[in-house]
């Protein structure tokens, strides 16, 4: 099995920063594509940032400029470092990832559980 872990969420005023930490763990034998979602109250999960495993990056209109995802492919683990925080940022954050857990095995999609931004006006 394969876990991910989400870190660095929190509490933050307009304009603030935080670096978000998604590590993942367990059966892993490589994992392309990472990625962050959001999902604020009421609405659906939305795409923010994705990367590939050769540093590929692709953002979101509305956090360009403002967000940067970046990974450690030797520690399996994606970061999102957030600056100039609006309160329209507000959401759960979650990271995905596409692991492969064999050699030339199948790959599957797994989230984290999770991370709580709050950005306060």
């Known amino acids: 099995q394969v876990q991910l872990v989400e870190s660095g969420g929190g509490l933050v005023q307009s304009g603030g920063s935080l670096r978000l930490s998604c590590a993942a763990s367990?059966?892993?034998?490589?994992?392309?594509?990472m990625g962050w979602y959001r999902q604020a109250p009421g609405k659906q999960r939305e795409l923010v940032a994705t990367?590939?495993?050769?540093?590929?990056?692709n953002y979101a209109d509305s956090v360009k400029g403002r967000f940067t995802i970046s990974r450690d492919n030797a520690k399996n683990t994606v970061y999102l470092q957030v600056n100039s925080l609006k309160p329209e940022d507000t959401a759960v954050y979650y990271c995905?990832?596409?692991?492969?857990?064999?050699?030339?095995?199948?790959?599957?999609?797994?989230w984290g559980q999770g991370t709580q931004v709050t950005v306060s006006s």
């Open positions: 995905k990832a596409r692991v492969m857990m064999v050699v030339a095995g199948p790959r599957y999609d797994y």
């Open positions: 990367i590939t495993s050769g540093g590929s990056t």
């Open positions: 367990g059966s892993i034998f490589s994992i392309s594509a």
